[in-house]
């Protein structure tokens, strides 16, 4: 079975700053994909970034880097220079290519202070 | 990015009536679907998942019954929520995949009084 942890109910980072949102995660399968979403108030589930368990390097899209440690099983995301819209609720989750369903984790929600 | 749409967005309802819920991939087909189940200040919990032409596949402890599945084509797939009980307000969300990644739509808020 899947298991994704998220250690840290909420956050909070100063304007500009850079901010790291742990994930961790358990499977037995090889073949797997972790994802970032951002869901602000109004519930829609904004996709932020995509690592496959075979991509040796660490994805990156933007501002938003995910720090990928296969060995220890985290996923954690990195976004830099912190904005006041990247206050929301952050869900790490992870998809095995066996079955193809995605799993949650319980959330990290971030406040970016002015 | 491939577009998921939900519908209604909102929708309250007696206890005891049935709501349906609409989910459709608009521009690219969809042999699986996926419908979670969020309570307020929770996570997405994945409540089935949606086969095209065949049965949904239900989690433990998902009353298959209660919460009815169709995935009548490529494109559609229907959550119906029977015999609706307050216990039943929450905010479901539908997904599908395509090569590129996983798409979700917008959610239903349901609030059953």
């Known amino acids: 079975a899947q298991k994704i942890t998220q250690t840290q109910p909420g956050m909070f980072v100063q304007e500009k700053e850079a901010v790291t949102l742990d994930c961790t995660y358990d499977t037995s399968d090889q073949s797997y994909g972790l994802f970032w979403y951002k869901q602000p108030s109004s519930g829609e589930m904004i996709f932020l970034i995509y690592q496959g368990s075979y991509d040796e390097q660490n994805a990156t899209e933007g501002r938003y880097s995910l720090n990928f440690q296969k060995a220890r099983k985290s996923a954690n995301l990195v976004i830099s220079a912190s904005q006041l819209g990247d206050s929301a609720m952050y869900f790490c989750a992870m998809r095995s290519y066996n079955n193809n369903d995605m799993r949650f984790g319980a959330g990290t929600r971030l406040t970016v202070k002015p | 990015g491939a577009v998921v749409s939900q519908h209604p967005s909102r929708v309250i309802c007696k206890s005891g009536t049935s709501v349906k819920i609409e989910c459709r991939s608009l521009d690219f087909q969809a042999t699986t679907m996926f419908w979670y189940r969020q309570f307020p200040k929770k996570s997405l919990m994945l409540m089935a998942t949606s086969n095209e032409g065949s049965k949904a596949t239900y989690e433990q402890g998902v009353e298959k019954d209660k919460f009815l599945i169709n995935h009548a084509s490529l494109t559609l797939s229907t959550l119906t929520v029977t015999s609706a009980h307050p216990e039943d307000s929450s905010f479901y969300i539908c997904?599908?995949?395509?090569?590129?990644?996983?798409?979700f739509g917008p959610g239903t808020r349901l609030t059953v009084t």
């Open positions: 997904s599908a995949n395509t090569y590129e990644g996983q798409y």
